[in-house]
């Protein structure tokens, strides 16, 4: 069956620290993965995804992440934190018409 | 490009009242989901749309919730009597794919709806 899992509920990391979201999958084929960022209030913003090719894959805002097959991982990544990236952040994985998300990560900035 | 447009942002009604909620998607998305996220979980698919057919709805509860979407385009999601476990944020989402080829969707704000 398919499904996601977030590991951490919640994270705190200082502004200028790097960031590290971890995201395990199951899924019995090559899936597509996602991440997005959701603020206080507001939908979904996609970050990055991967559907194939170069398993380290480069979003918005600075953001990366890399897929591992071998781990059935897909960590999601910044060096670099700033105070506007306290949100919450889903991983989803997808395969034909399905998408799946993990249950979240919110992240605090302190400064 | 306009996004996803949903209305209303909030709601509060009593239990056993009906509720509706509306989705404008992005122009020319073929594919138009609703997602139920309740407040410390993930969003869940209730159900899926290719243009106007129903691709997905394995998991909306059918007693109570029903959707339909308009000529392809518009959808509204009801649900009817309210049960106090309603209470979460539906988010309408669309994304362009037409095939087995799952892309990634855009998502509106989302309805907030509390069930008291």
Redesign the interface.
Known sequence: AQS?TQPDIHITVSEGASLELRCNYSYGATP?L?W?VQSP??????LL?YFSGDTLVQGIKGFEAEFKRSQSSFNLRKPSVHWSDAAEY?C?V???????????TRLFVKA | EAG?AQSPRYKIIEKRQSVAFWCNPISGHATLYW?QQIL??????LI?F?NNGV??DSQLPKDRFSAERLKGVDSTLKIQPAKLEDSAVY?C?SSPATG?M?????????TRLTVV
């Open positions: 996601v597509y996602f997005y209030g507001q939908g979904l913003q996609l995804k889903f989803a997808g395969g034909g018409f399905k998408t799946i998300f993990g249950a979240g | 996803v997602y410390g979980q993930g969003p869940k698919l899926q290719q691709v997905d988010l989402a087995a799952n892309t990634e969707a855009f998502f509106g704000q989302g």
